[in-house]
């Protein structure tokens, strides 16, 4: 229940909206894609730990 | 089980999520996917309590212990595909979820195989 890993992700989507926008703008599309992939992966990241150690915790209270 | 707090975390994620799912529609999957987790993980914690109860309980009554077993990692599952197909229904893939859940049932049917044993040598048993 760490609400500040919930505002770090909504901060980096917004942060890659943002930077999509502007290098769309720019003309640079394909950097625009880049920091889009970028954004997925850091934020990816961050969630995948959390699902390792509720999967962890469900295996343990259930006895999977 | 603090409520508030629960309730608070998920409104104020609902409300990122709407600003995100315009510009960024699978930062905003992974959102929920991510508010989802840090719900079920609190809740978790709660239910290990209500599980060490229950184990000691069934335990007095006298039912075998493997049965037991085999009731909570039904829950288990049933919890987790049911986790799984909400997430699956959110980012509008509706076939993986009705697969997910098919595949959930087999699980849950292949788990109590011997439970249904026991259950009709019981009955043979009686007749």
Known sequence: MDIDLLFKIAGIGILVAVLNQVLSKAGREDQAMMTTLTGLIIVLMLVISQISNLFETVRTVFKL | ?127
């Open chain 2, 1 to 127: 089980m603090d409520i508030f707090k629960l309730l608070g975390f998920a409104v104020i994620a609902t409300v990122l999520i709407v600003v995100i799912k315009e510009q960024r529609k699978e930062i905003a999957l992974i959102l929920s996917v991510f508010t989802a987790i840090a719900i079920i993980a609190y809740a978790m914690t709660q239910m290990s309590g209500v599980i060490t109860m229950l184990e000691s309980l069934i335990e007095k009554s006298g039912i075998s212990k493997d049965f037991m077993l085999i009731i909570f990692k039904v829950i288990g599952i049933a919890y987790l595909v049911e986790f799984g197909k909400n997430i699956c229904m959110d980012a509008g893939q509706s076939a993986i979820a009705t697969k997910l859940e098919m595949a959930g049932k087999v699980m849950i049917v292949v788990l109590s195989v011997p439970l249904i044993n026991a259950l009709l040598s019981v009955i043979a048993g009686m007749v």
